[in-house]
């Protein structure tokens, strides 16, 4: 079946690095893919999102990189902070229809102080 | 309004029995959804509603699970007969109808079958 999965289950980064957190995905008809980040005991937050016609886009501090070649899609994360510690998710999503997010497993990204 | 709110937060039953659980969306948000999400993993999708309507369910909702959203505001999510596999983080989100519409989740309530 369609899956969207992830390279790395867990991710340790010293404080004020940039982190690197990797996803691939297997449905080329997906038309959206977006970054979550779920802290304990929360439901997942919105981070940043990119359509399937796009390679890059930038927010505070963070950078979503699409390769559709490879079908990998890649959340960069400057400067890091404590509080980016969280679990990580990518999530994809077609026009049509319900719109739903199908996610992978997540990576959790731990910041070392 | 300050977001998606979900309740009760925590709920522990006892197998077999039922259980529902609310939702009151962001209020402008005409789509509402429901996932599962068990240790480890991201968000499975249940089901969504657009207003009042409920216009898909996944394979993953059995005879056992039904939603409702009564005049297109909050949602109710009902478990019948609970079994050990029911026990999850079940998780709420609203929209605008829209690709780029962002969906903005709960906190969730997170089941617990013994």
């Known amino acids: 079946g369609e899956n969207v999965g992830l390279h790395l289950p867990t991710l340790s980064v010293q404080e004020g690095d940039n982190s690197i957190i990797n996803c691939a995905y297997s449905?080329?008809?997906?038309?959206?893919f977006i970054w979550y980040k779920q802290e304990s005991g929360k439901g997942p937050q919105f981070i940043i999102d990119?359509?399937?016609?796009?390679d890059k886009r930038q927010g505070q501090r963070v950078t979503v990189l699409l390769n559709k070649t490879v079908k990998h899609l890649s959340l960069q994360i400057a400067a890091t902070q404590p509080g980016d510690s969280a679990v990580y998710f990518c999530a994809e999503k077609k026009i049509q229809g319900a719109q739903k997010l199908v996610f992978g497993q997540g990576t959790r990204l731990t910041i070392n102080p | 309004d300050t977001g998606v709110s979900q309740d009760p937060r925590h709920k522990i039953t006892k197998r077999g029995q039922n259980v529902t659980f609310r939702c009151d969306p962001i209020s402008e948000h005409n789509r509402l959804y429901w996932y599962r999400q068990t240790l480890g993993q991201g968000p499975e999708f249940l089901t969504y509603f657009q207003n009042e309507a409920q216009l898909e369910k996944s394979r993953l909702l059995s005879d056992r699970f039904s939603a409702e959203r009564p005049k297109g505001s909050f949602s109710t999510l009902e478990i019948q007969r609970t079994e050990q596999g029911d026990s999850a983080m079940y998780l709420c989100a609203s929209s605008f109808m829209g690709i780029q519409s962002e969906a903005f989740f709960g906190q969730g309530t997170r089941l617990t079958v013994v």
């Open positions: 449905n080329s008809a997906s038309d959206y």
């Open positions: 990119i359509r399937s016609n796009m």
